[in-house]
């Protein structure tokens, strides 16, 4: 058996499939953190309360007025904003015999910040 060479031609640069990665890959720390918030949006009574906290007037809203828009009990609802609180979404503050709740400062930017491209 006779070995033959073959010559290699000249070709411009061969275009790749697939676009080559020019953002930043998010830390597994920052991952996990965001993956933990996504969840805890993923119900729709914490999303109603995250929103409602967003557009409070005066930053800040009291549980005992979270109640009725969402139609839960009040125990539901200091659970629901408990998990918002355990995720970094939301802070909580007791004022004399209530529990009033914000949004973190630039917790929603974040968000916002994670889905857009980079």
């Known amino acids: 058996m006779s070995v033959r060479e073959l010559p290699v031609l000249d070709q411009p640069e061969v275009a790749v499939c697939c676009a080559p990665l020019t953002a930043e890959v998010l830390s597994a ?13 993923g119900d729709p009574v914490r999303l109603q309360l995250l929103s409602l906290l967003a557009t409070a007037d005066g930053g800040a809203i009291c549980v005992c007025d979270l ?52």
């Open 29 to 41: 720390p920052d991952a996990k953190t965001l993956a933990k918030q996504f969840a805890a949006l």
């Open 67 to 118: 109640t009725e828009p969402v139609g839960r009990t009040q125990g539901t609802v200091s659970h629901h904003l408990r998990v918002l609180v355990q995720t970094g979404l939301a802070t909580s503050e007791k004022r004399g015999r209530n529990v009033w709740y914000a949004v973190v400062p630039g917790a929603l930017e974040a968000l916002h910040a994670a889905l857009a491209t980079r």
